[in-house]
C-alpha cells in the first residue's frame, strides 16, 4: 500500500518534470526543486522550459489544478524524487563520472527530512552512488536512522529507480516501461514500489541498489556496443565499396540478426555518456564497453574526411555545404553532445569556410559552430545554394524532400534515409 501523498523532485529537467507532473495527475501532490529560477518560474507559469512531445498541456493542467509547484528550495515531503544531471567530466578514456549535482540533493533534502521519509534517486549513476546518499544524509543527519546502519529498522528508507524513458516519447514510456527498483533494503524496495505502482503500468522488478545502478548503465552500454557495431561495419563498407544500409538490411532478413543503424556518431546526455562510468569503475574488465564508446565518438572525424574527399572530387574552391540537423537524434531539440555538432565544428576547423547549417528547432547557433563560421540558414535557400548537401539529422522535414531537389549535387547521407 502507497503511504505516500506528498513527493518532492529535486531536479526539473527531461526526466524530472514529467516524472513530477505524471505524479501530479495521479493524486499526488508535488512539488518540484530546481536551483534554476527560469525553469522555476515558467513552470509555476504552466509552461515546460523544454519541447517534449504533449507535455505542455499536462503541465500546464497540473498546475493549473494546484496538484504541481516549483520552488527553489526543498520543501517537507513523504519521498523525495532526485532526477539532477550526472554529466562526465573529461574526454575519451580520460572521462570521469561527475555526481556533484547527486550528491548536493541529499545536502539540500538533510534539513527537511524526517522519520517515515522515502528517498528515491533516479538519475544513472555509478555503482555506488545510492549508498553515497545515504552516507551524506547519515553524516547530516544523525538524529536519524538510516538502512546501512539499522536495515528494515531504518527510519528513512532510500532506493534507486533509475528513469529508462526515450527523449520524445517520455510520457507514454514513463508509464508503460517495465521498472527495475533497487532498495538499500528489502523494505526500501518496496516503498518505492508502492510509490511507483501509482504510475506505472509496467512491470517492477525488485533488487538491490547497486544492481539496478548497473542495470541502468548496461542498458545503455548495450546499445552504445550495438551502435558502434554498425558504425564499425560502415566503416568496413566504405574500405570494400559496399553499400551499408543494403548490407545490414540483407543481414537483419536472418531470423536472429537484428543490427542498428550507422549514424555520424552517438550523442545525447546518456548513451555517450553512462558506458564511460562503467569503463571509470572496472577499467581493466570494461574493454569492448571502452572500444564501442571509441569507435562511436570518431565518427564525426571520419565524416568530415568524407566531405573532404568529395569536395576534392567537385574541385570546387569554396563549396557550400549544406549541413542538415544538428540535435543529438530525429525530431527533438535537443543539442547534448550532439555528433552532428561536431562535424560542423570539424568541417569549420578544416577549412570548409561555407557551411549553411539548417536545424529547425533552433532560432540561434551554438557559439562553437558561429566561432568556425557557419550560418543557420532555412532549408530551402541552403539547399537551391548548396554543392554538397550533408544530411546528418534525419528529421520528418528532411526525410520527406523531393528527391530531384538533390540532383546535380553531391549527396552525403549519414543517416541513410535518402
Ligand atoms: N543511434 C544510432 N543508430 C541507431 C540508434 C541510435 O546512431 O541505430 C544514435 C542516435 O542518433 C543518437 C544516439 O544513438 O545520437 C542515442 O539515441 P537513442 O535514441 O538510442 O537513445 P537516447 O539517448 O535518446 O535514450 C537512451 C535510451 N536507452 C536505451 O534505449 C537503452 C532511453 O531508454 C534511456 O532512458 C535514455 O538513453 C537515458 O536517459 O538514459
Known amino acids: 500500500m502507497n503511504d505516500i ?13 514529467p516524472t513530477a507532473a505524471v505524479f501530479a495527475a495521479n493524486g499526488i501532490e508535488v512539488v518540484g526543486v530546481d536551483i534554476n ?17 504533449n507535455l505542455n498541456a499536462l503541465v500546464r ?38 555526481i556533484s549535482y547527486v550528491e548536493a540533493a541529499p545536502r539540500e533534502i538533510a534539513p527537511v527530512l524526517a522519520a517515515g521519509n522515502l528517498v528515491i534517486l533516479e538519475s544513472t549513476s555509478p555503482v555506488g552512488t545510492t549508498e553515497r546518499i545515504a552516507a551524506i544524509l547519515a553524516e547530516l543527519r544523525p538524529d536519524l536512522g538510516f538502512p546501512q546502519d539499522r536495515g528494515d529498522l531504518a527510519d528513512v528508507q532510500i532506493a534507486h529507480c533509475p528513469e529508462r524513458v526515450l527523449p520524445g516519447r517520455i510520457l507514454e514510456e514513463v508509464v508503460n516501461n517495465a521498472r ?33 545502478e548497473l542495470a541502468k548503465l548496461s542498458e545503455n552500454a548495450f546499445r552504445d556496443v550495438n551502435i558502434a557495431f554498425a558504425n564499425e561495419l560502415a566503416n568496413i563498407c566504405d574500405t570494400l565499396s559496399i553499400n551499408v544500409w543494403e548490407l545490414i ?17 552517438v550523442g545525447g546526455h546518456c548513451i555517450a555518456v ?8 572496472a577499467p581493466e574488465q570494461a574493454r569492448l564497453i571502452t572500444q564501442a564508446r571509441l569507435i562511436n565518438d570518431a565518427r564525426p572525424g571520419q565524416i568530415r574526411d568524407q566531405v573532404r574527399a568529395a569536395a576534392a572530387a567537385i574541385a570546387i574552391a569554396r563549396p557550400v555545404i549544406a549541413c542538415l540537423g544538428l540535435s543529438y537524434k530525429r525530431d527533438v531539440d535537443d543539442l547534448r553532445e550532439s555528433p552532428a555538432v561536431d562535424v ?7 577549412g570548409f569556410a561555407d557551411l549553411a547549417v539548417v536545424e529547425p528547432h533552433i532560432a540561434r547557433l551554438p557559439a562553437e559552430l558561429a566561432a568556425v563560421g557557419a550560418r543557420l540558414e532555412d532549408f530551402d535557400r541552403a539547399l537551391a545554394d548548396a554543392d554538397i548537401v550533408l544530411l546528418l539529422v534525419d528529421h520528418m522535414g528532411f526525410r520527406q524532400v523531393d528527391r530531384g531537389r538533390l540532383q546535380g549535387k553531391i549527396v552525403i547521407d549519414t543517416r541513410g534515409v535518402w
Not at 518532492?8 to 526526466?15: E, K, S, T
Not at 529560477?37 to 512531445?53: T, W, Y
Not at 538499500?184 to 547497486?210: S, W
Request: glycine share 10%; proline share 8%; hydrophobic share 45%.
Open 5 to 17: 501523498h506528498r513527493i518532492a523532485v529535486i531536479g526539473l529537467g527531461y526526466i524530472g518534470l
Open 37 to 53: 529560477k527560469a525553469a522555476v518560474d515558467s513552470i509555476n507559469r504552466g509552461r515546460p522550459h523544454f519541447g517534449e512531445p
Open 61 to 98: 493542467r497540473v498546475v493549473e489544478a494546484g496538484a504541481l509547484r516549483a520552488t527553489l528550495d526543498a520543501e517537507p515531503a513523504d519521498a523525495f524524487i532526485i532526477a539532477v544531471p550526472t554529466p562526465i567530466t573529461g574526454h575519451g578514456i580520460a572521462a570521469r563520472p561527475d
Open 180 to 212: 527495475v527498483i533497487g532498495g538499500m533494503t528489502r523494505k526500501c524496495a518496496q516503498r518505492a514500489l508502492a510509490l511507483y505502482k501509482v504510475i506505472v503500468r509496467g512491470d517492477c522488478r525488485l533488487t538491490t541498489a547497486r544492481t539496478a
Open 249 to 265: 538490411a540483407m543481414a537483419n532478413l536472418h531470423p536472429r540478426v537484428n543490427i542498428l543503424q550507422p549514424g555520424p556518431g
Open 274 to 281: 553512462d558506458p564511460w562510468f562503467i569503463v571509470a569503475s
Open 344 to 350: 560542423v565544428r570539424l568541417l569549420g576547423e578544416a
